[in-house]
């Protein structure tokens, strides 16, 4: 059995956080990593597709389902357009790549796309990634807020989605909320800037009650949770999220940039929850 990742995993942990809680994250994630090495070593498939097709598939679906939603109400607007690119921005595809996502999204709101066929035959190559199949429709989720503010059409065809992904309307529902709690985050800007004040020197500015809300939401944690709870959950969270261990279960290359904004949330609001509680 592999520990490679383990122990490398709690070597970069150590070095990022400087802390035992750092390289205990760390070795939790190469754990995870070994694991996957592990399946793919015994069966050829991780319980699933091989990583390379998987990572074809997730690529391939991820624009002919946003296609699809994006042609929900007959047309695809000029804001559904630019939500597309947007995220394609934001992956920081390259030339290929875009060319490639946009042909896959042309095909995808076309009247011959089979949704129900295609996210079949992706769930069956994500067996036993669930991970996988969360980011794959955060990513959905994503472009539909871009676009239309998740509303109208596009919001049934992305809850059609969830279902045949088996994914339950309310985490479909936290996904959402979550997802525009990044989007508000983004448009506000970097913290410390104008507005309430920066805050005297050495101390970091107030924040809101909405935004400490926003943190124990983001963790999936209640806010009446102990100390060691609140930790748990970011462990938990950290660990569904991290880039290498999605990588490690098939995620493309250009889906990586979702996995590793995401995380950051994640860091951010543990840090944030951290500070008022003078932990």
Same mark, same amino acid.
């Given at each position: 059995?592999?520990?490679? #990742? ?24 190469? $754990? ?16 699933? !597709?091989?990583?390379?097709?998987? #990572? ?25 357009? !630019?939500?597309?690119?947007?995220? *394609? ?29 295609? *996210? ?29 503010? *998740? ?39 970097? &913290?410390?800037?104008?507005?309430? #004040? #920066?805050?005297?020197?050495? $101390? ?31 462990? &938990?969270?950290?660990?569904? $999220? ?12 250009? *889906? ?24």
């Amino acid at each position: 059995m592999s520990i490679t #990742g383990k122990v490398v995993g709690a070597i970069i942990g150590l070095l990022l956080f400087k802390s035992p809680w750092g390289a205990l994250i760390g070795a939790i994630i190469g $754990h995870f990593y070994d694991q996957s090495v592990n399946s793919v070593r015994r069966t050829g498939m991780g319980g699933g !597709a091989g990583v390379l097709e998987i #990572g074809e598939r997730f690529f391939t679906a991820t624009f002919e389902v946003m296609g699809h939603v994006a042609k929900a109400d007959g047309r695809v607007s000029e804001a559904e357009i !630019a939500a597309a690119r947007k995220v *394609m921005a934001e992956l920081r595809l390259d030339g290929a790549q875009i060319h490639a996502a946009i042909a896959h999204f042309t095909r995808g709101k076309g009247k011959d796309f089979d949704l129900q066929t295609t *996210m079949e035959e992706f769930s069956e190559a994500c067996a036993n990634r669930p991970d996988l199949i969360r980011v794959f429709l955060e990513v959905q989720v994503r472009a539909a807020l871009e676009g239309v503010d *998740m509303k109208g059409p596009a919001a049934l065809a992305i809850q059609r989605v969830a279902d045949l992904l088996d994914v339950s309307r309310i985490e479909l529902a936290h996904m959402e909320a979550v997802l525009r709690l990044r989007r508000e985050q983004f448009r506000a800007g970097p &913290r410390g800037g104008s507005g309430q #004040g #920066g805050g005297s020197a050495g $101390h970091a500015p107030p924040r809101s009650g909405m935004q400490l809300n926003a943190a124990y939401q983001i963790l999936e944690v209640d806010p009446k949770a102990t100390d060691e709870e609140v930790a748990k959950a970011y462990r &938990r969270q950290l660990s569904k $999220h991290h880039p290498d261990k999605l990588k490690a279960n098939g995620l493309p290359d250009s *889906m990586l940039e979702h996995a590793k904004q995401r995380t950051q949330q994640i860091i951010e609001a543990y840090e944030l929850i951290k500070s008022t509680r003078g932990a």
